[in-house]
């Protein structure tokens, strides 16, 4: 949150805010300043303060928040509230084995949504750039959602969890090879989650208790939920599919003059060629200006759309275009939408 501060900082910010619900209001500067350093301060009190209650408000807090724009609805976000919620279980041993189950179905359902040629043919020869010698690597593409998938399931076995383990680790270090600042030096934000699931995983599987019963609520939403996004039916990123290669991407192309009467803050965010018309990158707009993705799913990517044709007069020279996931055993597909 302190490496993404215009995601929850709205005074500065031009990206548009999605509430979930649309009667929200959008919460204005400067009362979001003491409700993000509310969020922090209860993080840090967290951790040298042993109280589940402690820990409670801040859940409670921060998922409130939360609300009132679905960009801050991060896959990173989303797996800490769970696990604080299950350390907020006054019986140890039951809230370890209830983040050890969530830890297990973030890796278990994030491979499974890495079997596209997106990942195949986009994002994994991207990150593989960046390493010496890294084209060698492309062939492991093929592999890599299914040993993913495979680690999250090796977890929970005793036979298997150190390797599995040891595997968890390996992938992090690749991922922070590849687009830390030694890298592509992208996506700053996910730096310190891919550590911290370093650190989860050696602590959490160093212990051969294992099995215990979870709480009915972590094995539907992270044991079942996330298998409804196949069918477009549950958020990808509610379904840890964060670099999966089959996101919604959506541009925005907006006709010169009308792009001329956007404030200021968002033309600089228009790539401006030599054709009468503009273009918008959402996915790009949302790095450059809250350093996250894109929520990516079409009702956000529509309310930003009619975000701005209420900034213009001419609602007719503005329309936007989402190339959809493909769903499963489905192609990808595109719609148009216009203002009006």
């Not at 503009?278 to 450059?288: A, I, T």
Request: charged residues 15%.
């Amino acid at each position: 949150m302190f490496l993404s501060p215009k995601l929850w900082l709205t005074g500065r910010r031009a990206y548009p805010l999605t509430p979930v619900f649309p009667f929200l209001p959008s919460i204005p500067s400067p009362l979001d300043i003491p409700i993000y350093a509310a969020i922090l301060l209860l993080a840090v009190a967290a951790v040298f303060v042993r109280s589940a209650k402690l820990v409670a408000a801040l859940v409670l807090v921060a998922a409130v928040y939360a609300l009132f724009d679905q960009s801050r609805w991060q896959p990173w976000f989303y797996q800490y509230l769970l696990m604080l919620v299950a350390l907020c279980d006054p019986r140890p041993a039951r809230a370890l084995a209830t983040c050890r189950f969530i830890l297990a179905a973030v890796y278990f359902w994030s491979g499974l949504h890495k079997l596209n040629p997106g990942f195949v043919d986009g994002t994994f020869p991207f990150m593989a750039a960046a390493l010496p010698g890294g084209a060698w690597l492309d062939p492991l593409a093929y592999l890599a959602p299914l040993l993913e998938a495979a680690i999250g399931v090796a977890l929970l076995t005793r036979r298997f969890r150190r390797a599995a383990a040891c595997a968890a680790i390996a992938m992090h270090v690749f991922i922070l090879a590849a687009i830390g600042p030694l890298g592509h030096n992208f996506d700053s934000v996910v730096w310190p989650w891919n550590i911290t699931m370093i650190c989860l995983v050696a602590m959490l599987f160093r212990t051969s208790e294992l099995w215990r019963p979870v709480p009915v609520w972590a094995i539907l939403l992270c044991g079942l939920a996330p298998a409804l996004n196949f069918l477009d039916l549950w958020d990808g990123y509610l379904s840890f599919a964060l670099y999966s290669g089959n996101s919604n991407y959506a541009e925005i192309y907006i006709a010169d003059d009308v792009a001329d009467r956007l404030p200021y803050a968002i033309q600089q965010r228009i790539d401006v060629n030599d054709s009468k018309v503009d273009e918008l990158d959402l996915m790009e707009w949302s790095y450059d200006e809250l350093n996250v993705p894109a929520y990516s799913e079409p009702r956000v990517y529509r309310n930003i759309l009619r975000h701005l044709c209420a900034l213009t007069e001419a609602p007719d020279r503005m329309v936007l275009v989402i190339d959809h996931r493909a769903p499963l055993f489905g192609r990808r597909s595109r719609t148009v939408d216009k203002c009006r």
